[in-house]
């Protein structure tokens, strides 16, 4: 017979984790949400089978998933309130500056072009999180080992950005196909 300690973590927490129920319920929410739109983006074919219906696989999952939003909130929603459901919240909607990043950046590229914008977006996102020093010249170097591995060694075929047009023809030719 094996004896743990006390302090360790339990496999199963006794208590409720801060943001849960909100979880749930943005959960229940969007699934709720997508469940009501379901028909206007999907149709119902007639003479298919069940299972070959474009709207039957979807709206299976999306069932699913309000059963068990539905079935956590109602099991966790019993046990004891555990303060700091708003900061945990907070604390997503925070995050959602990194999208705001990435959709600039994805902006800057036909304009600055694939190279300049992705050794930007590396560096000013490593300087966002605070990094310093010689870290933002390893992130610089990273955006450019991405750029190089994307565009010369896996030849993938991103449109090149408006600020290539200033550059003379033969060096356009070479940021067109490699940057």
Not at 120 to 136: D, P
Request: aromatic share 16%; proline share 5%.
């Amino acid at each position: 017979m094996s004896t743990y300690a006390q302090d360790e973590p339990h496999v199963f927490p006794e208590g409720r984790k801060r943001g849960e129920l909100l979880f749930s319920f943005l959960l229940l929410f969007t699934a709720l949400a997508l469940l009501a739109a379901l028909p206007w983006q999907t149709t119902w074919l007639d003479g298919k089978d069940l299972a070959a219906q474009p709207r039957f696989w979807p709206a299976l999952s999306l069932g699913g998933v309000v059963v068990f939003a539905v079935l956590h909130a109602v099991l966790r929603g019993k046990l004891d309130r555990t303060p700091g459901r708003w900061l945990e919240g907070l604390t997503w909607i925070r995050s959602l500056e990194f999208i705001g990043w990435y959709m600039l950046y994805v902006a800057a590229i036909p304009v600055i072009g694939y190279l300049l914008a992705t050794v930007t977006f590396c560096t000013f996102l490593a300087l966002r999180v605070g990094y310093r020093g010689k870290t933002l010249l390893w992130a610089a170097l990273f955006g450019l080992c991405v750029v190089l591995f994307f565009k010369s060694a896996m030849n993938v075929k991103i449109p090149g950005g408006a600020i290539y047009e200033l550059a003379p023809d033969s060096l356009r030719y070479i940021l067109l196909r490699y940057f």
